[in-house]
């Protein structure tokens, strides 16, 4: 009787402790659309800005401190906008610490004064971030159980180049020269990045592609990702910039899926220096 009162206060002990661990889950978790907030600068919100190509997203906008409409200045786009600059209001209570370091580098003379534009993420990351045209790189056959019309990303560069940049361009009158335009993104969001660069030079200067999710593993049951990975290397062979034109920076980590771009990352840049590219 003892034991099955125990086990019975045991078991009460678990559910009660499982429903407080879930409240406070519940409790802790960003909310939906919350405004982030910065240390360094200001940002300035957009909500749900509206685009023909794509679905509404959120926008936000970082200035440095003191800028002023019109002052002189770069650029920068950044995919996954919503993991920026607030840790309290990400999924997984980190952020790239974006005001604090574009402060830094800007205070030390390495970087011209420059605005960041954060273009949130939507639940079609995946599909607005692969680089559509690689399809074409990939053999009918081994493309027929991927939805091609699912594919975005052309959609998604054309809202960048067409409707946002004008905004900005109207609203801050940044430079607006390819030479003060820059894009960045990470995993994904360095494969859209290099894409965009490859897709209009004539736009973006250079742009940052951080922990390239190169290896295309994993996106889809319908892949081969050595297929699409080789694609994506030979579209970038016949799309690639005017050698030497723009600024490409590159790099991956050595753990999780990091530990396997490495061998990817070097076929990559073996195209560019095949292309004439130094580094």
Not at 40 to 65: C, H, K, M, N
Not at 66 to 78: E, F, I, K, P, R
Not at 114 to 140: H, W
Not at 195 to 212: D, H, K, W
Request: proline share 3%.
């Amino acid at each position: 009787m003892a034991k099955r009162t125990r086990r019975k206060i045991f078991w009460i002990i678990g559910v009660v402790w499982l429903l407080v661990a879930g409240m406070l889950f519940w409790c802790m978790r960003p909310a939906k659309n919350a405004i982030p907030t910065v240390t360094i600068g200001s940002l300035e919100w957009f909500p749900q800005f509206t685009s023909q190509y794509i679905q509404s997203r959120d926008v936000v906008v970082w200035l440095p401190a003191g800028y002023q409409t019109g002052d002189s200045c770069d650029v920068l786009y950044m995919h996954d906008g919503n993991m920026l600059f607030d840790a309290t209001t990400t999924w997984n209570g980190q952020e790239w610490r974006v005001d604090e370091i574009m402060d830094s580098l800007m205070q030390a003379g390495k970087i011209r004064s420059c605005i960041v534009v954060g273009i949130y993420n939507t639940d079609e990351r995946l599909a607005e971030y692969l680089p559509a045209k690689t399809s074409q790189y990939v053999a009918e056959a081994d493309r027929k159980d991927v939805d091609m019309k699912r594919l975005t990303a052309d959609a998604y560069l054309q809202f960048i180049v067409k409707e946002l940049k004008p905004f900005i361009d109207k609203r801050y009158k940044p430079l607006t020269g390819r030479e003060h335009t820059f894009m960045m993104g990470s995993s994904m969001g360095g494969l859209i990045s290099l894409y965009a660069l490859c897709e209009y030079p004539q736009v973006f200067g250079g742009v940052g592609c951080l922990s390239s999710h190169l290896s295309m593993a994993h996106l889809s049951r319908s892949m081969d990702s050595e297929l699409w990975a080789t694609g994506f290397r030979n579209y970038v062979t016949q799309h690639m910039p005017e050698t030497n034109g723009s600024l490409i920076y590159m790099d991956h980590g050595t753990e999780d899926f990091d530990k396997d771009y490495g061998k990817y990352q070097e076929l990559l840049d073996a195209v560019f220096r095949s292309n004439g590219w130094d580094e």
